[in-house]
């Protein structure tokens, strides 16, 4: 009896031994050993034996990325402008042993570190700034944080501003300014428009004046060349008229005399607004010119018949 209820003891013993040395460390985690309260090594995603009452599981770390909420805080910038701010950070623990034996309370440490040195950066810098250089802020606070907590044995991937609330009066005057801003921008546009308008106007005008001058000019052109022709017209038939004077004197005179006169008369007779006129005309100066008329005629007949007269036959008279 005594046999058997010593081997029960051993088994159960060794029970209690098996499970107190045999330890199963989950996926995403790593456990610390402490043999005496003293670190002395990290337990991976596995099975694993340690001794059973000396050794002892110090500290479970969760190896994931972690999300830490940075809670919202007022930040004065650097132009006197109050401003909160709330902000998130993402981090993931690379050596088990550091974050567990380094700092007492990791999240806290980030936290804290995360506000401070957003009240830093952002002191640094007008509200301007911070509401249009929010990459900026985000990656000098990365730099930092992440370089403040390398000896934790902690990997800070990324620091974002999730939200920057200037207070309602600032909020107000700056949708006055881009109001402001707007109309200035829509005044310069108008502004720009009239004076290419104007321009292209005045360019129109100039090129129209030129066309006309150019029109004018030609014009003139034409008609000193119609006139010179007119002018040249004129002097041949004067000199074919003195050409003809020359040769028959006073009978063509009275040719070229009775010609004017019948086509004045006839001129005359054709006005609408004539209804009665009186002429101090004598009836044998028209009929001496008509009469001068006929002679010429005549003459022209028989000089004619003379020239055929004396061309010989056969010959055929010159076209000059």
């Known amino acids: 009896m005594d046999a058997l209820i010593f081997v029960v003891a051993l ?22 050993i402490e043999r005496f309260g003293r670190y002395t090594r990290t337990l991976t995603p596995g099975l694993h034996v340690i001794v059973p009452f ?24 650097k132009d006197n402008a109050t401003v909160q701010v709330d902000a998130v950070a993402f981090y993931q623990v690379i050596d088990a042993a550091r974050a567990a034996y380094e700092v007492q309370n990791l999240h806290l440490a980030i936290t804290n570190l995360a506000l401070t040195n957003i009240r830093s950066v952002m002191g640094n810098m007008a509200l301007d700034e911070v509401l249009s250089k929010r990459n900026e802020i985000n990656n000098t606070l990365l ?17 974002e501003l999730k939200d920057i609330a200037p207070p309602d009066d600032i909020v107000v ?20 428009g009239i004076r290419e308008s104007s321009i292209q106007r005045a360019q129109g005008e100039k090129q129209s004046a030129i066309l006309i001058a150019e029109g004018q000019r030609e014009a003139a052109f034409r008609e000193a060349e119609a006139r010179e022709r007119l002018a040249e017209a004129e002097a041949k038939a004067t000199a074919v008229v003195a050409q003809a004077i020359a040769g028959n004197g006073t009978q063509a005179i009275n040719y070229f005399l009775g010609t004017k006169y019948v086509e004045a008369l006839a001129k005359m007779g054709a006005s609408n607004n004539a209804k009665m006129f009186f002429l101090p ?17 005549k003459e022209a007949q028989a000089r004619a018949a003379a020239e055929a007269a004396s061309r010989p036959r056969g010959s055929v008279p010159s076209s000059g």
């Open 281 to 297: 005309v004598e009836a044998s100066g028209v009929m001496a010119s008509i009469a001068g008329i006929a002679e010429l005629a």
């Open 11 to 32: 088994v159960v013993v060794a029970i209690v031994l098996i499970f107190a040395g045999v330890k199963t460390v989950g996926q995403g985690s790593n456990w610390t």
């Open 54 to 77: 000396i050794d002892t599981v110090g500290r479970k770390m969760n190896m994931q990325e972690n999300v830490l909420d940075i809670p919202a805080q007022k930040v004065i910038t």
């Open 143 to 159: 730099s930092v944080i992440d370089q403040a907590t390398n000896p934790w044995g902690v990997k800070v991937l990324r620091i």
């Open 173 to 192: 005057a700056m949708g006055r300014q881009m109001k402001a801003e707007r109309e200035k921008r829509a005044t310069i546009l108008e502004a720009e």
